[in-house]
T-cell receptor
């Protein structure tokens, strides 16, 4: 069965600092992995996804993530935080792998950006 | 705007009442998902449709919950005899399966339900 663990429910960084949000997954089949961002009282917006191929994935708003099979990780990074990055971030794995089925989400990491 | 839309955005109801939510997916998308998100948690899967067929239901979807997608376009989620524990954000998502698509799910803004 698939599962997702996000380490740290709350991360705080200074504006301009590196953002690192951690995600580890468990999957019995080759995973499709996603990062979503959620602003207050809004739905989820896709930041980036890993399906197959290149393990370093670039997304919107300067975010990127690297799929590391040996570590079962898909950590999200951004070199320089901006105030507008303050939001909640969710890592997700596609159930059954590939393009089938629903998503299993982690519990989320709330990112705060200090001026 | 051609994104996923949900109506209403907010619903306050009294315990025991029935409520119905609507989701309009992106027009060409053949898959439609319902998720529930409670405070401090990630979204949890409830059910999904491929076209008009309901293919999977979570054990979270009790007998009081029913979902339909009658013509393979919009969907409704009904909760009967609401309980305080039903208070949550209900999210709808749609995706295009096939033709090389990777089941990227596009989410609506959600319906926030408060049961008093």
């Amino acid at each position: 069965a698939q599962s997702v663990t996000q380490l740290g429910s709350h991360v705080s960084v200074s504006e301009g600092a590196l953002v690192l949000l951690r995600c580890n997954y468990s999957s019995s089949v080759p995973p499709y992995l996603f990062w979503y961002v959620q602003y207050p009282n809004q739905g989820l917006q896709l930041l980036l996804k890993y399906t197959t191929g290149a393990t370093l994935v670039k997304g919107i708003n300067g975010f990127e993530a690297e799929f590391k099979k040996s570590e079962t990780s898909f950590h999200l990074t951004k070199p320089s935080a901006h105030m507008s990055d303050a939001a909640e971030y969710f890592c997700a794995v596609s159930v059954k792998g590939g393009s089938q089925g629903n998503l299993i989400f982690g519990k989320g990491t709330k990112l705060s950006v200090k001026p | 705007d051609t994104g996923v839309s949900q109506d209403p955005r907010h619903k306050i109801t009294k315990r025991g009442q029935n409520v119905t939510f609507r989701c309009d997916p992106i027009s060409e998308h053949n898959r439609l998902y319902w998720y529930r998100q409670t405070l401090g948690q990630g979204p949890e899967f409830l059910t999904y449709f491929q076209n008009e067929a309901q293919l999977e239901k979570s054990r979270l979807l009790s007998d009081r919950f029913s979902a339909e997608r009658p013509k393979g376009s919009f969907s409704t989620l009904e909760i009967q005899r609401t309980e305080q524990g039903d208070s949550a954000m209900y999210l709808c998502a749609s995706s295009l399966l096939g033709q090389g698509a990777h089941n990227e799910q596009f989410f609506g803004p959600g319906t926030r339900l408060t049961v008093l």
